[in-house]
Structures are given as C-alpha cells and as structure tokens.
C-alpha cells in the first residue's frame, strides 16, 4: 500500500510560513499591477472634480460645497467603487487566476482578508481624495474655502471611510456571485432598489421596522455618515463584516 502525505505549506524565502502579511502584500502588488485599477484611481477623481466644476451655485449658503460632494458619491461615485471592489475577486474567478493564488495561500479565509484590508484602504484613500479634491474645487469656486474648511476636511473622511468599507460589501458580494454581471446587479439592487422597497413595504403594510432598516442599507447609512453621523460606521462596518465572512464561506465550500 502507497503512504500518502500531505502537501507542503507554502513557505517563504527565509523558510518561515506564509502568514497574513504576505497575502497582504500579494494582493497589494496585484492591485497596483492591474490597468483597470488606474482607471477607477483616475475616474473616482474625475467625477467628483467634474460635478463641482459644472455646478451651478452661487456661493449661497456654508454648505454648497458640501452638497456637491454627497450628491456626487451618492448618486455616482459609489457605484465606481462597488464595481471595484467586486472586480477585485470575479475578474480571478473568472480567469481561474484564482487558483494560482490558492496554490500560493491555501488558506482562503486568509485570502479573502487580505483582499478586503487591500481593497477597504486603498477605496478609502482614493475616496477621501477624491472627495477633498471635489469639495474642494466647489469651495472654491464659490468662495466658501475658509468657511468649510474643517467640515470639508471631516466629510472627506467620511466619505473615504464610506467608499473603503463599501468596497469591502462589494468585495464580499462579489465572491458569492463569482461573476461580474451578478454581482454589480446585486450591488445595484442593495444600494438603490432595497432601501425603496422597503421604504414602500412600510408604507403599505404600515410597518415602521422596515422603514428603519431600510436607513441601515448601506447606501442611507452612507449618506448619513458623510452628513456628519458617525456612528453609521458601525452600520457600514456589519455589512462589511457579514460580506466576507459570506465570501470566505463561499470559497471554502467551492471549487475555484
């Protein structure tokens, strides 16, 4: 009878084994490597710096400048990240590319964790960015710099916050999906179609508990938490947890 053994543990260079911080720095250097990554890294920035240019106030009240950038992330910047975040996973599900990475960390949990540290700083650095240059450039223009300096500076925060852990539902959503079509249309469903649902459901069946939850989808704790209530972090910071721990589910019971 042949003895079988059991595959060997992927070990480092300096015969150490591979730990989270190297699937960290694996998934760092394919995010950095990948052309697409540079097009959402330029597009998020664009929007925002675009919306404030063609913005047609007239330096009215303190928070003119602030309008811009919620209604900027709210109805498009957001849904640049979640198509991100998503692509991170479905685009090496979808060219089995994942298996090279599953060779390397065999551990998917691990991998899955490095991918949302990776991709949950990386959006929110881009996002407090982006929003710093947008709001910015509308302060600006509208001569309201001095006044909204600190309460710009606190929304770019918040945005940046808002968009890293977004990314992170995304990220989550896409490993269950496992194709870039589903789960951006998962996405859209989350952000703009259930908050409306449930809003109407609460309505019709006269149910104040969905109308509640509906302000806990991520799209209304998002707007809430770049309009000053931080403690929508911990609203976002749940979806975020509850998607991974669904992607590492998911990844662990299926083949790559």
């Known amino acids: 009878m042949t003895a079988t053994t059991a595959p060997a543990r992927p070990v480092r260079q300096d015969h150490r084994p591979l730990g989270l911080r190297d699937a960290v720095a694996a998934e760092r250097i394919k995010l950095l490597t990948v052309r697409s990554t540079w097009w959402f890294a330029g ?5 925002l710096l675009l919306m404030a240019v063609l913005d047609g106030g007239d ?6 400048s602030l309008t811009v ?6 109805y498009f910047g957001q849904y640049i990240v979640a198509a991100f975040g998503l692509l991170v996973i479905t685009s090496e599900l979808a060219t089995r590319s994942i298996t090279i990475t599953f060779a390397a960390t065999p ?4 991998v899955m964790v ?3 540290v990776v991709t949950g700083i990386a959006s929110l650095a881009l996002g407090a960015a982006a929003a710093a240059l947008g709001i910015g450039t509308a302060a600006a223009r509208h001569g309201e710099l001095p006044r909204v300096l ?8 918040a945005t940046g916050v808002y968009l890293g852990l977004l990314a992170v539902v995304s990220l989550g959503v896409g490993a269950l999906a496992r194709r870039s079509a589903g789960a951006l249309t998962c996405m859209v469903l989350l952000l703009l179609v259930a908050p409306e649902v449930l809003h ?4 019709r069946f006269n149910t104040p508990f969905l109308d509640t939850f509906a302000g806990w989808t991520p799209a209304p704790a998002g707007w809430q938490l770049m309009s000053g209530h931080w403690e929508y972090v911990l609203v976002l910071l749940a979806w975020a947890v509850a998607a991974v721990v669904a992607g590492i589910g998911v990844l662990r019971s299926r083949d790559a």
């Open 43 to 47: 597009g998020l920035p664009a929007l």
């Open 114 to 116: 490095a991918k949302a």
């Open 59 to 64: 330096g009215g009240p303190a928070s003119r």
């Open 200 to 203: 109407l459901a609460a309505e």
């Open 150 to 157: 600190g309460d710009a500076a606190e929304q770019a925060a």
């Open 107 to 110: 551990f998917r949990g691990r």
């Open 69 to 74: 950038g919620l209604t900027a992330v709210s």
